[in-house]
């Protein structure tokens, strides 16, 4: 029996790590295999990406980046999911496409562009859940955790907000409110899931 695809997307600080591994426990204990994976992966592309090795700036170069890894990834997705497992992923594609379109250094990447160069590499979730916030909010919970990266910027985290919504009208996304207590968080995801 096939198992599920299922994607968490969000702007830094919403909260898709913690929710995810809660997530995993619950479904854990409900009897239903997972396997938890994030984008950048952790294989050779996505460390050099999370490495930040690769200094170009341009927002092309670092989305046909993001994108190689994601091809190498989906092989991954795939397989899991045709061994039963439930694939529980902290960003896809519409990261990339909320990201690289929202002009981080006043240049961006078409939108259109984005998503053509990821049709031939991915495979389409069962469910998308964006965890919808703030980006002061968002901010401020990054700023807890330590050391942040070039894309935790108030002002560009607004309009990758701004894409990650549109995103998620034109795509079907479930949105959640990523403001509240985790706890509820947690009901409101098991309920969708349950759906």
Not at 58 to 64: K, R
Not at 138 to 147: I, L, S, Y
Not at 156 to 170: F, M, P, T
Request: with cysteine; aromatic share 6%; proline share 4%.
């Amino acid at each position: 029996m096939a198992g599920r695809f299922i994607v968490f997307e969000g702007i830094d600080g919403a909260g898709k790590s913690t929710l995810i591994d809660e997530v995993s426990k619950k479904l854990g204990s409900a009897g239903i295999k997972t396997v938890v994976t994030a984008e950048p992966t952790e294989g050779p592309i996505g460390m050099l990406i999370r490495s930040g090795a690769v200094k170009c700036t341009s927002p092309n170069a670092e989305a046909l980046l993001f994108t190689a890894d994601r091809a190498c990834h989906t092989s991954d997705i795939v397989r899991w999911r045709d061994e039963g497992l439930t694939v529980l992923c902290d960003r896809y594609y519409a990261s990339t496409v909320a990201y690289q379109s929202a002009g981080l250094d006043g240049t961006a990447s078409g939108k259109e562009w984005l998503m053509d160069i990821n049709r031939p590499v991915t495979v389409e979730p069962d469910m998308t859940i964006l965890l919808d916030i703030d980006p002061e909010v968002g901010m401020r919970r990054v700023g807890q955790r330590g050391a942040k990266s070039k894309y935790e910027v108030t002002e560009y985290l607004g309009r990758v907000r701004s894409n990650y919504l549109d995103i998620a009208r034109e795509r079907g996304f479930r949105v959640i409110d990523a403001s509240r207590p985790r706890d509820e968080l947690l009901r409101e995801t098991m309920k969708i899931l349950g759906e």
